[in-house]
Structure formats: structure tokens, C-alpha cells
């Protein structure tokens, strides 16, 4: 069993930057690829990036190519989303997810088996 807890949410306006970061319980964390998802309100679940099990590997939506980096501390169990230059459009809760399959960078949120609890990014023009 593994527990994800995202932190670093908050209200920025737009242009400006935050760091997500997710913490993980467990001592599997390291083989796990860890990705990141968004939900807006009225909206369903999309994929925003996705590190492999030792971050050799990274795939990222289209949306925040460029602007958001995925990377990951295994010796902290912790993994981390980096949004530069964030749009309104980016408003929404932002969740992360581990994937037993280390290599697989899923897009789907039905290739994950974690999920942590989302935290909230608001950003306003």
C-alpha cells in the first residue's frame, strides 16, 4: 500500500510559478512511476505529466509542455510538479498517482494504483 500527499497548492496569479510537491509512504515508492493529473470544476481527470520509476523517462501533456517539469527525489519519497508561467486555464485540483508498472508513462488515470487526496491551484488574471 502505498500513501500519496500533495502540498504547495495555492492562489497565484497569472505568470507566476508554483511547486507541487507528493510525498509517499512506503518503501516501494522508488519503483513506481509517478505522475501528476488535473480535474477543473465541470470537468474530467486529465493527464499533466509522468516521471518513470527512476525519472529517466518523462511524458507531459501538450497543454503544459514547456512549462511544467516532472521530477522525483526517491531518497525523499517525494515527487514534484514545477509550473512556470501558469494561465487561468491551469485552475484546477491537482492530483498525484503511482503506478506499480515503473516503466509505463500512463496517460490514462486507470493505469494508476495510488492516489493522493488533490490540492488546489488557482490562478487569476
Known amino acids: 500500500q502505498v500513501q500519496l500527499v500533495e502540498s504547495g497548492g495555492g492562489l497565484v496569479q497569472a505568470g507566476g510559478s508554483l511547486r507541487l510537491s507528493c510525498a509517499a509512504s512506503?518503501?516501494?515508492?522508488?519503483?513506481?512511476?509517478m505522475g501528476w493529473f488535473r480535474q477543473a470544476p465541470g470537468k474530467e481527470r486529465e493527464f499533466v505529466a509522468v516521471?518513470?520509476?527512476?525519472?529517466?523517462?518523462?511524458y507531459y501533456a501538450d497543454s503544459v509542455k514547456g512549462r511544467f517539469t516532472i521530477s522525483r527525489d526517491n531518497a525523499k519519497n517525494t515527487v514534484y510538479l514545477q509550473m512556470n508561467n501558469l494561465k487561468p486555464e491551469d485552475t484546477a485540483v491537482y492530483y498525484c498517482a503511482a503506478d506499480r508498472n515503473g516503466q509505463r508513462l500512463g496517460t490514462h488515470s486507470s493505469e494508476y494504483d495510488y492516489w493522493g487526496q488533490g490540492t488546489q491551484v488557482t490562478v487569476s488574471s
Open positions: 516521471n518513470s520509476w527512476n525519472g529517466g523517462a518523462t
Open positions: 512506503g518503501r516501494t515508492f522508488s519503483s513506481y512511476a
